[in-house]
């Protein structure tokens, strides 16, 4: 069936630090990947998608690219600030039915000043 | 829009009784998802709808699982006979067609 993997955290960097977070999955034809972030005590949010190959998902300074060659949806942000800090989920939709989500177990970052 | 209501948000009760969670979604959403969250699994989806019928329940756990939607503002999920094993958070989320699933901030079940 279908899975996510991401690296297992947590991660901890200072602020202006560079971020990333790999994410790689497996799944049959061309799902669509999201990246979701949790902060404390709060439901996930959207923070950026990607619904076919090389196609870039950005927002607030996050992006990820959909690489099918290796399967990969890898999270960057070039310089984190202390609210970042939070839980980031990878995920992937099958292809042909946005609705099922299947998650990855999420990475904590933390941003210290 | 106030976003997806779930309640409570809290909730701890003993092994063996009924526990109601609730759920309120996105006005004109017409997909709305049960997961649950635990340390162990990660996020697991339980069960969906689409216009207020039940699409896919193969991810809930046993019978001891039911859900409904009774109309298109209001979802339940429904334990009985609650175990120490359920306790986890529970989070509600719609969506719109294929557009991106909202969640709800989740209703932490702690059983004892």
């Known amino acids: 069936g279908d899975s996510v993997t991401q690296m297992e955290g947590p991660v901890t960097l200072s602020e202006e630090a560079f971020l990333t977070i790999n994410c790689t999955y497996t799944?049959?034809?061309?799902?669509?990947l999201f990246w979701y972030v949790q902060y404390p005590g709060e439901g996930l949010q959207l923070l950026l998608k990607?619904?076919?190959?090389?196609d870039k998902g950005s927002n607030k300074g996050f992006e990820a690219t959909y690489r099918k060659e290796t399967t990969s949806f890898h999270l960057e942000k070039g310089s984190v600030q202390v609210s970042d800090s939070a839980v980031y989920f990878c995920?992937?939709?099958?292809?042909?039915?946005?609705?099922?989500?299947?998650f990855g177990k999420g990475t904590l970052l933390t941003v210290n000043p | 829009d106030a976003g997806v209501i779930q309640s409570p948000r809290h909730e701890v009760t003993e092994m063996g009784q009924e526990v109601t969670l609730r759920c309120k979604p996105i006005s004109g959403h017409d997909y709305l998802f049960w997961y649950r969250q635990t340390m162990m699994r990660g996020l697991e989806l339980l069960i969906y709808?689409?216009?207020?019928?039940?699409?896919?329940d193969s991810g809930m756990p046993e019978d001891r699982f039911s859900a409904k939607m009774p109309n298109a503002s209001f979802s339940t999920l429904k334990i009985q006979p609650s175990e120490p094993r359920d306790s986890a958070v529970y989070f509600c989320?719609?969506?719109?067609?294929?557009?991106?699933?909202?969640f709800g901030q989740g209703t932490r079940l702690t059983v004892v």
């Open positions: 990607a619904t076919k190959a090389d």
């Open positions: 799944a049959t034809g061309y799902p669509s």
């Open positions: 995920a992937l939709s099958p292809w042909g039915s946005n609705y099922k989500l299947t």
């Open positions: 709808f689409n216009n207020n019928v039940p699409i896919d």
């Open positions: 989320a719609s969506s719109l067609g294929s557009l991106a699933a909202f």
